[in-house]
């Protein structure tokens, strides 16, 4: 048994009576680290000097009180750390050693004295369902190293996943953080947008993002929530609305709660191994005692198409900032300013993120701008009324997180539009900016994770996390373990 | 069925501030029709009377006091820059 596999309340208790240290803690990660890395590749820079000093620092204070006191915690590497290493997976800030500051996730994490191991991997600046779009090593999923951890905060759910961290932070624009979490069998939170502040977060599609938790366990999720949460200055989207304790939300009780269950999450393409997870995840909430209903979001199938248009479009004005001028890398072939500008981001940028620029750049360009990203806002209305209008009667909305489990390294790399299908039951979640888990809900025949989305109203992940935990407390599946391996894992 | 040009692929490339290669261009030709053509499933939507939807949060311009703080400083903001000189980023000549 690995002391991740405990609580944050057990081993806050642990450190507490001095059965354990803040040392042995950061050293159970690296030295798990150092046994599957080399395997999973969850890590793209390691802290680990830092991470041990700031450990006996920690174990030498008398003052023990902050709530995430000595836990060490992975950090999704779209997310600035200051003096360390920032690439967003990208050959463009391979050079990027010394961010100024902290984005203001990581100064919230720090006031808690989380112990920060290492920055983790992912698709080039978030834009991937499966961290192939890499341009360092690919993760693979440890439940089975020949398949994807999925994406794009695929190092973020991995890590979590094979024990390296004890919880971990990525973001998610269509999917990011529920996707790479019901692949690796771990929990994933996107919040509300506005929840989180975004400040220090590389942008990607300002309108969707949202930094979140991957944890273990559903606990654990409200807790690294409970700090993470809240108003910021420095991001003038973030909501001003109280941050209500949602560890206090876990009752175990979801007598009455009402589900409604979309006809289009169970529809066709959704795996049968999928579908029938869900299914028996209804009936256990049936036999807590609460009650679920059919409904449809009849506008579901568009979203996909309208999150490409939307989220590409912003992309293609906030990379605009990777010019080759005050930070990453410049090209050293070229004649003039204009010159440089190309050949610095052809040279640093990978296929994806060229081809969502193109995208994005088309679809803002004149003439054409009505057609394709004006529709696609008005369609994004449509898609959030049909969450509202479920929500005046329906407490959550429940389906799968993906129509499939993990599929196999390489499977879908040539054909983009088969990769963007797989977001298509998270994606409508973040164009409404409602919160949605993903909490484990089973395992396919291969033995891959399924994971179980639980989506609620805005600012309402009380009763997301009360919802989710409920199944969990009823379930073994979350204690599932992975062994790293080839085909046989 | 979108149809999108080569020479439309170079001149977003050119507005993108990307250098592609012929290759590139041609593969880009290909996936950016499809991609398009996908999305104009979202035309079988009648959307006339339907508000577009920017935000989905009703937040409002937030603006605060024009007060001078401390940030970062000059020798600071210098020090990821690939290139620089006298405390300035030095790029390429503009001009010809």
Same mark, same amino acid.
């Given at each position: 048994?690995?002391?991740?596999?405990?609580?944050?309340?057990?081993?806050?208790?642990?450190?507490?009576?001095?059965?354990? *240290?803040?040392?042995?803690? $950061?050293? *159970?990660?690296?030295?798990?680290?150092?046994?599957? &890395?080399?395997? $999973?590749?969850?890590?793209?820079? @390691?802290?680990?000097?830092?991470?041990?000093?700031?450990?006996?620092?920690?174990?030498?204070?008398?003052?023990?009180?902050?709530?995430?006191?000595?836990?060490?915690?992975?950090?999704?590497?779209?997310?600035?750390?200051?003096?360390?290493?920032?690439?967003?997976?990208?050959? %463009?800030?391979?050079? %990027?050693?010394? =961010?100024?500051?902290?984005?203001?996730?990581?100064?919230?994490?720090?006031?808690?004295?989380?112990?920060? #191991?290492?920055?983790?991997?992912?698709?080039?600046?978030?834009?991937?369902?499966?961290?192939?779009?890499?341009?360092?090593?690919?993760?693979?999923?440890?439940?089975?190293?020949?398949?994807?951890?999925?994406?794009?905060?695929?190092?973020?759910?991995?890590?979590?996943?094979?024990?390296?961290?004890?919880?971990? @932070?990525?973001?998610?624009?269509?999917?990011?953080?529920?996707? =790479?979490?019901? %692949?690796?069998?771990?929990?994933?939170?996107?919040?509300?947008?506005?929840?989180?502040?975004?400040?220090? @977060?590389?942008?990607?599609?300002?309108?969707?993002?949202?930094?979140?938790?991957?944890?273990?366990?559903?606990?654990?999720?409200?807790?690294?929530?409970?700090? #993470?949460?809240?108003?910021?200055?420095?991001?003038?989207?973030?909501?001003?609305?109280?941050?209500?304790?949602?560890?206090?939300?876990?009752?175990?009780?979801?007598?009455?709660?009402?589900?409604?269950?979309?006809?289009?999450?169970?529809?066709?393409?959704?795996?049968?191994?999928?579908?029938?997870?869900?299914?028996?995840?209804?009936?256990?909430?049936?036999?807590?005692?609460?009650?679920?209903?059919?409904?449809?979001?009849?506008?579901?199938?568009?979203?996909?198409?309208?999150?490409?248009?939307?989220?590409?479009?912003?992309?293609?004005?906030? @990379?605009?900032?990777?010019?080759?001028?005050?930070?990453? $890398?410049?090209?050293?072939?070229?004649?003039?300013? #204009?010159?440089?500008?190309?050949?610095?981001?052809?040279?640093?940028?990978?296929?994806?993120?060229?081809?969502?620029?193109?995208?994005?750049?088309?679809?803002?360009?004149?003439?054409?701008?009505?057609?394709?990203?004006?529709?696609?806002?008005?369609?994004?209305?449509?898609?959030?009324?049909?969450?509202?209008?479920?929500?005046?009667?329906?407490?959550?909305?429940?389906?799968?997180?993906?129509?499939?489990?993990?599929?196999?390294?390489?499977?879908?790399?040539?054909?983009?539009?088969?990769?963007?299908?797989?977001?298509?039951? *998270?994606?409508?979640?973040?164009?409404?900016?409602? =919160?949605?888990?993903?909490?484990?809900?089973?395992?396919?025949?291969?033995?891959?994770?399924?994971?179980?989305?639980?989506?609620?109203?805005?600012? &309402?992940?009380?009763?997301? %996390?009360?919802?989710?935990?409920?199944?969990?407390?009823?379930?073994?599946?979350?204690?599932?373990?992975?062994?790293?391996?080839?085909?046989?894992? | 069925?979108?149809?999108?040009?080569?020479?439309?692929?170079?001149?977003?490339?050119?507005?993108?501030?990307?250098?592609?290669?012929?290759?590139?261009?041609?593969?880009?030709?290909?996936?950016?029709?499809?991609?398009?053509?996908?999305?104009?499933?979202?035309?079988?939507?009648?959307?006339?009377?339907?508000?577009?939807?920017?935000?989905?949060?009703?937040?409002?311009?937030?603006?605060?006091?024009?007060?001078?703080?401390?940030?970062?400083?000059?020798?600071?903001?210098?020090?990821?820059?690939?290139?620089?000189?006298?405390?300035?980023?030095?790029?390429?000549?503009?001009?010809?």
């Amino acid at each position: 048994m690995s002391l991740f596999d405990y609580t944050i309340k057990e081993l806050e208790a642990k450190l507490h009576i001095n059965e354990i *240290t803040v040392q042995e803690l $950061v050293e *159970t990660s690296y030295q798990r680290i150092k046994e599957v &890395d080399g395997d $999973v590749h969850a890590f793209l820079t @390691l802290n680990e000097e830092q991470a041990i000093a700031y450990a006996k620092q920690l174990d030498e204070s008398s003052e023990r009180n902050k709530s995430l006191f000595g836990m060490p915690a992975g950090v999704k590497d779209n997310i600035v750390t200051k003096a360390l290493r920032t690439t967003c997976a990208s050959q %463009f800030l391979d050079n %990027f050693n010394d =961010p100024l500051y902290n984005a203001t996730v990581v100064e919230k994490l720090n006031n808690e004295q989380v112990v920060t #191991i290492g920055k983790l991997n992912m698709d080039e600046f978030a834009m991937g369902s499966s961290n192939e779009n890499s341009s360092y090593e690919p993760t693979r999923n440890p439940w089975n190293t020949d398949y994807v951890p999925g994406g794009s905060s695929g190092g973020s759910a991995a890590s979590v996943a094979a024990g390296e961290v004890l919880f971990s @932070l990525g973001s998610d624009t269509g999917g990011s953080i529920r996707q =790479p979490a019901a %692949f690796c069998g771990v929990v994933g939170l996107k919040p509300t947008y506005g929840r989180v502040s975004r400040f220090g @977060l590389v942008a990607f599609a300002s309108s969707l993002d949202q930094i979140g938790p991957i944890t273990r366990n559903v606990e654990d999720n409200a807790r690294v929530l409970e700090v #993470i949460a809240g108003h910021d200055p420095m991001d003038s989207t973030s909501a001003d609305v109280e941050v209500p304790a949602y560890t206090e939300a876990l009752t175990g009780d979801v007598r009455g709660l009402k589900i409604a269950v979309p006809k289009e999450y169970l529809a066709e393409g959704v795996d049968p191994e999928v579908k029938q997870s869900v299914l028996e995840a209804l009936k256990v909430y049936e036999s807590l005692g609460a009650t679920w209903e059919e409904v449809s979001l009849p506008h579901s199938k568009y979203a996909v198409a309208a999150y490409y248009l939307l989220s590409s479009s912003e992309a293609s004005a906030n @990379l605009a900032r990777f010019d080759g001028v005050r930070y990453g $890398v410049r090209s050293e072939n070229a004649d003039n300013m #204009i010159d440089m500008f190309k050949k610095s981001r052809s040279e640093g940028f990978g296929e994806e993120v060229k081809r969502r620029i193109m995208l994005g750049t088309f679809a803002l360009s004149s003439g054409y701008y009505d057609a394709y990203y004006k529709k696609a806002q008005k369609v994004r209305t449509l898609i959030k009324n049909d969450f509202d209008s479920i929500f005046e009667t329906y407490d959550v909305v429940i389906g799968p997180t993906t129509p499939t489990p993990a599929f196999k390294i390489g499977e879908k790399v040539d054909d983009p539009l088969t990769m963007y299908a797989n977001d298509i039951i *998270t994606i409508p979640v973040n164009l409404a900016g409602v =919160p949605g888990i993903s909490v484990p809900c089973g395992f396919s025949e291969k033995g891959l994770p399924i994971g179980l989305q639980i989506i609620g109203k805005h600012f &309402d992940e009380n009763t997301v %996390f009360r919802a989710a935990h409920a199944y969990e407390q009823a379930t073994d599946h979350h204690k599932q373990r992975p062994q790293l391996g080839g085909a046989n894992a | 069925m979108a149809d999108i040009s080569k020479d439309q692929v170079k001149h977003v490339a050119h507005l993108a501030r990307l250098d592609i290669t012929e290759e590139e261009a041609e593969m880009f030709t290909d996936q950016l029709s499809s991609i398009i053509t996908y999305a104009e499933q979202l035309n079988e939507l009648d959307t006339t009377d339907v508000e577009p939807t920017t935000h989905v949060l009703d937040i409002k311009n937030v603006l605060r006091k024009d007060e001078p703080k401390k940030w970062i400083t000059q020798e600071e903001a210098m020090k990821n820059a690939p290139d620089q000189k006298d405390g300035q980023y030095r790029v390429p000549s503009i001009l010809e």
